[in-house]
């Protein structure tokens, strides 16, 4: 699991301050926060189900929120406030998708993970990102968002409710269906790579 922002620089490259945001701030604070946080909210995004066309746009979104309200932003809640703002914005990202064209079907995952020839260990890495993202897609969406940021963003509960801003009961029953349904659908989605590997 990727766990610091430095890690991800192979994956979303070197991002510049985008110029409508930065005439919002002072260029010092603007940077700051973006350099600090890009890399773990463009991942976020990405686990909460925004389409890679889409991630850069939605990640500057969330930027640009933050620059027109930098005044409303507590010292050292930087991060808390910019996931609050990144799940508002894909929420708004899956309302768009809904509306354009259905989910996949859950037997066309295994076309997903079906990767031409490559190093074996970057083949292995990229099948277990895909299945992860298969799984995760295969959510729905309140339960995805608790999942991610538990399992995958390590919150806790407490942290989770109050982003959410629902009762702590609430958060703690739905990661538990979360985990639930996480594991159900894992498991079909192995039952279906497993039997189209038997009848290759």
Known sequence: MVSHAGSLKGEVGARRVPEAVEAVLEPGDLRALFEAHYASIWRL???????????DDATQEVFWVAARRLADIEPGREHAFLYGVALRVAAQEWKKRKAAAPLAELEAVPRVVDRGPSPEEQLERREARALLDSVLE??????????????LEGLEVQ??????????????????????????????????????????
């Open 138 to 151: 295969a959510m729905p969406e309140e339960l995805r968002v608790i999942f991610v940021l538990f399992e």
């Open 45 to 55: 995004l990405r686990r909460l189900g925004v389409s890679h066309a889409q991630l």
């Open 159 to 200: 942290q989770i409710a109050a982003l959410q801003q629902i009762p702590l009961g609430t958060a703690s029953s739905r990661l538990r269906r979360a985990r639930e349904e996480f594991s159900a659908i894992a498991k079909r989605v192995r039952a279906a790579l497993t039997a189209r590997e038997r009848y290759r």
